[in-house]
């Protein structure tokens, strides 16, 4: 069992800096790769970023690419995204999910945390 819980969210104007943080429960979180989600009301959960269980391989998706980093520390069970350059259409609920294999699809996922909401003024 994995329990994932997000902070870091709140309210940002445009071209601005927020780090997300999600923090693992479970001595087997280390082993699952996790991911970034995100969701606006009426919308599908988006994938974000991505990152292997030893945090040697990343992976983005196209709205993000070149703004957010997502990192690990396993010696302290959580996963960071820091997010830059961020813009009006970042606004959204963020999610950090674990799953055992490689994957943008959320359907692979089996753990969430609750999210936590992001808000990017223009």
């Known amino acids: 069992q994995v329990q994932l819980v997000e902070s870091g969210g709140g309210l940002v104007q445009a071209a601005g800096s927020l780090r997300l943080s999600c923090a693992g429960s479970?001595?087997?979180?280390?082993?699952?790769?996790v991911g970034w989600f995100r969701q606006t009301p009426g919308k599908e959960r988006e994938f974000v970023a991505g990152?292997?269980?030893?945090?040697?391989?990343?992976y983005y998706g196209d709205s993000v690419k070149g703004r957010f980093t997502i990192s690990r520390d396993n010696a302290k069970n959580t996963v960071y995204l820091q997010m830059n350059s961020l813009k009006p259409e970042d606004t959204a609920v963020y999610y950090c999910?674990?799953?055992?294999?490689?994957?943008?699809?959320?359907?692979?996922?089996?753990?969430w945390g609750k999210g936590t909401q992001v808000t990017v003024s223009s």
């Open positions: 999910a674990a799953s055992m294999i490689t994957t943008i699809d959320p359907d692979e996922y089996k753990y």
């Open positions: 479970g001595r087997t979180f280390s082993s699952y790769r």
């Open positions: 990152i292997s269980w030893s945090g040697g391989n990343t």
